[in-house]
């Protein structure tokens, strides 16, 4: 689903399961509507079940429970990844709810963990309440896209 086009014999290597089953559930999901084909690629639909899919695969990705996160009020996602729409070449952009501005070195970890579950770059977003009032006053379309658009991951709401 990350990328733009695979063959049967691309996602058999990749993921080590037989050709016959990676060919019988990518029948499937083309008979299903959720993916095109042109001679022997496939391609992911842009659809609204199609980005559903890919959206709870990119949760799966991120065991929040396993992250050092106590200092934070809230951990969340948005951007590509909490839309679904995000590629192999997509990073992950991530929100980090806070009183105060954490130390480098909580930040770096955490930043590290989440890339290395997610297999993407990660950019974070660190809200302090003072930061999100300056969004809010200064960028209210980035502010109004954040609030819109983010997936709580663990604790309160970005506001």
């Not at 949760?59 to 929040?64: A, D, G, V, W």
């Not at 948005?78 to 806070?98: H, P, R, Y």
């Amino acid at each position: 689903m990350y990328q733009k086009n695979y063959t049967v014999n691309q996602v058999s290597n990749e993921t080590g399961v037989t050709k016959g089953l990676v060919s019988r559930y990518l029948r499937y999901a083309y008979g299903a509507g959720l993916l095109t084909k042109a001679g022997q690629s496939y391609q992911p639909k842009d659809c609204a079940n199609t980005r559903a899919i890919k959206l709870l695969l990119n949760l799966n990705k991120i065991n929040i429970e396993s992250l050092d996160t106590d200092w934070t009020t809230g951990i969340g996602v948005f951007g590509s990844w909490a839309q679904g729409t995000n590629t192999n070449e997509s990073d992950l952009d991530v929100w980090i709810k806070v009183d105060a501005y954490p130390a480098e070195n909580q930040m770096a970890r955490l930043q590290r963990d989440i890339s290395t579950m997610a297999g993407a770059e990660v950019n974070m977003l660190v809200l302090t309440p003072e930061k999100m009032k300056s969004i809010k006053k200064s960028d209210q379309p980035f502010h109004n896209s954040l609030i819109r658009t983010s997936i709580v991951l663990k604790g309160g709401s970005i506001e």
